[in-house]
């Protein structure tokens, strides 16, 4: 099933994620095969880092960071940038990350998104299944749709109106003006990462599901 959002343009919908996320063998493989078993010292301890914390390598890095060795500090600096440098509520944050994802329809970036809400009990799967209606949904407040108008509009145009950023700048110091720019950018850069390259649900949101279920 699918829906549109405002402007009109095609989205993955809630259940379709869902879905996917449930049964990620169900969707096509990777356009390049996973690397399980990698090269180097460094790799292999986030390998098994990954598997420790997630319980499974995440696929982009079985398909990007074991072909390309070097690119391990980009997303390790992106990573530390969102743990200790970003000032703004993470609930706010998951959901100003998963809205070019819905956007774009990067089903591994909604899937993660889903899983940390679980994993870290931020309560947000009912505002990230209504993400895509965030302007007319009660779930969101001015100071979230003002944030969130923003990431749309740069991620569908890469640029806003004056408008936009007026209203945003209502809600939000310049620090965290550019928080949210940068917070975009980087999820844009995961999104333009993973399509290209066919990289899908890894079937997190199930996993952490399954995990609350048993607790």
Same mark, same amino acid.
């Given at each position: 099933?699918?829906?549109?959002?405002?402007?009109?343009?095609?989205?993955?919908?809630?259940?379709?994620?869902?879905?996917? !996320?449930?049964?990620? !063998? !169900? #969707?096509?493989?990777?356009?390049?095969?996973?690397?399980?078993?990698?090269?180097?010292?460094?790799?292999?301890?986030?390998? *098994?880092?990954?598997?420790? *914390?997630?319980?499974?390598?995440?696929?982009?890095?079985?398909?990007?960071?074991?072909?390309?060795?070097?690119?391990?500090?980009?997303?390790? !600096?992106?990573?530390?940038?969102?743990?200790?440098?970003?000032?703004?509520?993470?609930?706010? *944050?998951?959901?100003?990350?998963?809205?070019?994802?819905?956007?774009?329809?990067?089903?591994?970036? #909604?899937? %993660?998104?889903?899983?940390?809400?679980?994993?870290?009990?931020?309560?947000?799967?009912?505002?990230?299944?209504?993400?895509?209606?965030?302007?007319?949904?009660?779930?969101?407040?001015?100071?979230?749709?003002?944030? /969130?108008?923003?990431?749309?509009?740069?991620?569908?145009?890469?640029?806003?109106?004056?408008?936009?950023?007026?209203?945003?700048?209502?809600?939000?110091? #310049?620090?965290?003006?550019?928080?949210?720019? %940068? /917070?975009?950018?980087?999820?844009?850069?995961?999104? /333009?990462?993973? %399509?290209?390259?066919?990289?899908?649900?890894?079937?997190?949101?199930? /996993? #952490?599901?399954?995990?609350?279920?048993?607790?």
């Amino acid at each position: 099933m699918e829906m549109r959002d405002v402007t009109g343009t095609r989205a993955t919908s809630e259940s379709t994620v869902a879905e996917r !996320s449930a049964n990620p !063998s !169900s #969707e096509r493989p990777p356009r390049l095969s996973p690397i399980e078993n990698p090269r180097g010292l460094k790799l292999r301890l986030a390998y *098994w880092g990954m598997r420790h *914390w997630m319980g499974k390598v995440l696929t982009p890095v079985e398909v990007v960071t074991a072909r390309v060795p070097e690119s391990l500090p980009i997303t390790s !600096s992106f990573l530390k940038f969102v743990a200790k440098g970003v000032t703004l509520d993470k609930r706010l *944050w998951v959901l100003l990350g998963d809205l070019p994802s819905q956007i774009n329809g990067c089903l591994f970036c #909604e899937d %993660l998104a889903r899983a940390m809400s679980i994993r870290e009990r931020l309560g947000l799967e009912a505002k990230l299944d209504a993400l895509l209606s965030y302007r007319t949904s009660p779930l969101f407040d001015a100071r979230e749709r003002a944030a /969130l108008a923003y990431v749309e509009e740069a991620t569908r145009t890469k640029r806003v109106s004056d408008e936009t950023f007026a209203t945003l700048r209502q809600h939000f110091s #310049e620090r965290q003006v550019v928080e949210i720019t %940068l /917070l975009n950018a980087i999820q844009n850069f995961y999104n /333009l990462t993973n %399509l290209p390259l066919g990289i899908g649900s890894d079937g997190f949101c199930a /996993l #952490e599901g399954a995990k609350r279920s048993a607790r």
